[in-house]
């Protein structure tokens, strides 16, 4: 993500309530677009944002360790985002054909170089979609929160393995997926 | 030329995932096949696209707007919470410890009470005690007779009474001035002469 994780360093916990103002502004924009990119839509992603925010500032007596605050922050963004897709029963695949198109602007790329940008994160976000919901949250912390195997497999109460594999699934199926697109 | 990098094993290899003896065999096989190459290099440029692709807001998002809002219902979330937390606190349960040395000081001071009452008396509750836990209604009546030796201070002098026999320790004509009767089994009695103006103190103690 473009902002470091948690950059403020906390001293103790109960935060006090300028200091939990300050967590939540700082991770906010993080936490929101890593339930997007699970859930795949903001009303969701909203809604389930201010949830985890709420549950992470109830239970911060829970935190051990300060200086990784914003890892205990994403596990719980992840897994309320995890029992929404569960309690939803969302299905996971989504219709090629059914997919939005749209094109990105900025001023510093020139008229092919938007098209193309764009294209891929349209590839990339439309194959996301294509993923289950356990393959998606691993390689959304793997690549994008930049968490290690072993403390992805822990916020996904699963083996190093079991991680390991969702990862290769996911990287294999978004490649294959992006190859039909551009077929 | 060795084997061809399964699918996974190249999306593994891009992330540093695979371990460590796959990770060297596909190094290796890496290094001469222009082919795997190829594929592994479309995992880390997807890799990376997924970066920068998930750092970048919907399109049709007003983040200043949707921030705003999450901030504030995250307060009121939180004040609610507040609201309905439960505020009493179950009391700690007393430790051993203290609970150790309070029964320890409760064992010493009736140990020191039994030892510094008159064995009579202590007798005498020993029995009351048995009675009561053998079920007798009634406190058992303890006469005069059954209680040993008695002492008592009258107008006359200090008297020891045992088993019907007495001995007296008169005062004479002497008016008692005080008569003190202790619970260990002393009495005491002080008087005056009237004659030579002498105080005289006797004490009888039961042993």
């Known amino acids: ?183 | 030329m060795s084997r061809h990098v399964p699918e996974s094993g190249l999306a593994l290899y891009v992330s540093g995932d695979l371990g460590w003896w796959s990770r060297a065999a596909a190094r290796m096989h890496l290094n001469g096949c222009e082919s795997c190459r190829k594929r592994m290099e479309a995992y880390r440029i997807d890799r990376q696209r997924l970066r920068e692709s998930a750092a970048e807001m919907p399109e049709d998002v007003d983040w200043d707007r949707l921030a705003a809002e999450m901030t504030a219902n995250i307060r009121v979330g939180l004040a609610a919470g507040e609201c309905v937390a439960p505020r009493s606190r179950k009391p700690a349960p007393l430790g051993w410890r203290p609970a150790a040395v309070m029964a320890g000081a409760a064992v010493l001071m009736a140990g020191a009470w039994w030892l510094n009452t008159p064995p009579m008396q202590t007798q005498a509750l020993g029995r009351a005690m048995r009675a009561i836990w053998q079920g007798r209604g009634a406190m058992p009546r303890i006469g005069i007779e059954e209680r040993g030796p008695v002492v008592s201070a009258s107008s006359s002098g200090i008297e020891l009474r045992e088993n019907g026999s007495a001995l007296a320790v008169s005062q004479g004509t002497a008016r008692p001035v005080a008569v003190s009767v202790s619970m260990q089994g002393s009495a005491s009695a002080r008087y005056v002469d009237a004659d030579t103006g002498q105080v005289t103190i006797t004490s009888v103690y039961v042993q």
């Not at chain 1, 470091?4 to 677009?33: C, H, I, K, W």
């Not at chain 1, 990287?171 to 697109?181: A, D, G």
């Open chain 1, 1 to 183: 993500m473009s902002e470091a994780p948690g950059s403020t360093r906390y001293d103790a916990v109960p935060l006090s309530s300028e200091q939990q103002s300050r967590f939540v502004s700082e991770n906010m924009r993080r936490v929101f677009l890593l339930i997007y990119r699970v859930v795949g839509n903001v009303a969701d992603a909203q809604d389930l944002t201010q949830e985890a925010f709420i549950k992470a500032l109830q239970r911060q007596d829970q935190l051990k360790d300060l200086e990784k605050a914003a890892h205990w922050l994403s596990r719980i963004a992840s897994n309320t985002a995890i029992d929404f897709l569960r309690r939803s029963g969302r299905v996971s695949f989504s219709d090629i054909d059914d997919l939005p198109e749209y094109v990105t602007s900025s001023p510093s790329e020139s008229p092919e170089q938007l098209v193309l940008r764009a294209e891929h994160r349209e590839y990339l976000e439309a194959g996301l979609q294509v993923l289950t919901d356990r393959e998606r949250t691993a390689l959304l912390l793997r690549d994008v929160e930049g968490l290690p195997a072993e403390e992805v497999a822990a916020q996904l109460n699963c083996t190093k393995a079991t991680v390991r594999s969702h990862i290769a699934n996911a990287r294999v199926k978004l490649r294959r997926y992006m190859e039909r697109r551009k077929a």
